[in-house]
Every structure is written in C-alpha cells, then in structure tokens.
C-alpha cells in the first residue's frame, strides 16, 4: 500500500494568516485528494488534486481559500489561506490506489489550531 | 445529495459481547469502505467492500454489504478493550458514466468503547 507523509504535523497559527500543508507519497498515484476533519466530526472533502491542472473543489470549498498545487504524481500541497479560528481542524491527504480492490488511503494528517 | 448515516453513534459494550453497527446510504453506490480512527492518529483501512452480498472478516471484525437494502453492517465478535476506536463507514457514490473514485462521503461515526 502507498505510504504517505504529510507536513507539518501540527501547527498553531495566527487568525489571518496562510499555512501550506505538504503531502508527500512514496509512489506514484493518479488520484489525490484533501479532506477536512473538523473537532469532533467526520470527514469532509475539500477537493481532488489533479496533477496538471487546475483542482477540483467540492460544494462549500473555493480556490481563494484553500489553494492546492500538484506539480507531480507524488506531491501536492494545500494552503489554508487567510485563517480563522473556524479553519481550527485536521487536514488530510488521501490517494486511491486503481485496481480490483481499490483501497483508499489517509495520510497521517496536519492538526490545525488558528488563534 | 448522497447521505451517510451510522447508527449507533456511541457504543459501549463489555468485553465478550457481540454488536453490530449499521452503515445507510442513500443513493446507488458500488463500493462502500470502513476504516478505523484512534485518539489523535489518522484512518486506518478495515475493509472495502465491491459487491452485493460481499462479507469480508478480519480477527473480530467482520463487514457486508447488501447493495439492494443500500445497507452495510460492522458485526463485532466478542469484543475486546483493543477494538476501542471510532468506526466510519464512507461511500463511492455511483454516477452515470462511472464511479467517483475517492470521493467519499462518510457517516458520522460510531465511538465504541470497550470496558472490562
């Protein structure tokens, strides 16, 4: 299965503020993605990555707020830009590996904390 | 709007006894995954699920899926303070002209606590 790291681990922030997110896979995958996990609650997606072109964002989620970069087929990076306390969460890169099985994997996250 | 929904969403059992948790979903799907989150740590793949009538078992975990019902159980056997964790069920959904790879929508979780 694809190991996948992600930086910074955690981070406190300032409100206004931007942090970019790294997620590093040790192969190369077609399909990666960025989930949210609010305190408390389940996952959410923010957007597919896709390498070459622009993301996709899913309903509730916008390019001027979270940002996301793919240059390759093993790193991506989401920033969360101009940070409120409501951005407090963990940050998750997710990939697919094709196939019969189709597993889906979560990185280790990035715990957001914005004061 | 795909909809996931768990039930129960806490669950304390001692350990030894049997339960089951239950995954609704709302529209057609053609894949259905558990996972498991620790205190802190990220999601740990349980099971992925294809077919109707798939059943898949892991040590005291066991998983199926009915397609037709739009329903997929979690069964716990003789439950053990290790299997303390937050389950999540997380669905595919189906589109026309393929599937949503890595799209998934999750339930709310189920928090099961295993006591002595």
């Known amino acids: 299965s694809a190991v996948i790291s992600q930086k910074p681990s955690r981070d406190i922030c300032q409100r206004g503020t931007s942090l970019t997110i790294q997620c590093q896979v040790d192969?190369?995958?077609?399909?990666m993605f960025w989930y949210r996990q609010q305190p408390g609650q389940s996952l959410t997606l923010i957007a597919t990555?896709?390498?070459?072109?622009?993301?996709?964002?899913e309903s509730g989620f916008v390019i001027d707020k979270f940002p996301i970069s793919r240059p390759n087929l093993t790193f991506s990076t989401l920033t969360v830009s101009n940070m409120s306390p409501e951005d407090s969460s963990i940050y998750l890169c997710?990939?697919?590996?094709?196939?019969?099985?189709?597993?889906?994997?979560f990185g280790p996250g990035t715990r957001l904390t914005v004061l | 709007e795909l909809k996931v929904e768990q039930n129960p969403l806490f669950l304390s059992m001692q350990e030894g006894k049997n339960y089951t948790i239950y995954c609704n979903y709302s529209t057609t799907s053609d894949r259905l995954y558990w996972y498991r989150q620790d205190p802190g740590k990220s999601l740990e793949s349980l099971f992925v699920l294809l077919s109707n009538g798939a059943v898949k078992q892991e040590g005291r975990l066991m998983a199926s899926l009915d397609t037709k019902a739009r329903l997929s159980t979690l069964h716990i056997t003789a439950a053990v303070h290790d299997l303390s964790a937050t389950y999540f069920c997380?669905?595919?959904?189906?589109?026309?002209?393929?599937?949503?790879?890595?799209?998934?929508?999750f339930g709310q979780g189920t928090i099961l606590t295993v006591h002595p």
């Open positions: 997380a669905v595919v959904p189906l589109n026309a002209g393929g599937t949503s790879y890595g799209k998934l929508t």
């Open positions: 192969s190369q995958v077609t399909m």
């Open positions: 997710s990939v697919v590996e094709l196939g019969p099985h189709g597993e889906q994997f």
């Open positions: 990555a896709n390498q070459g072109s622009e993301a996709t964002y």
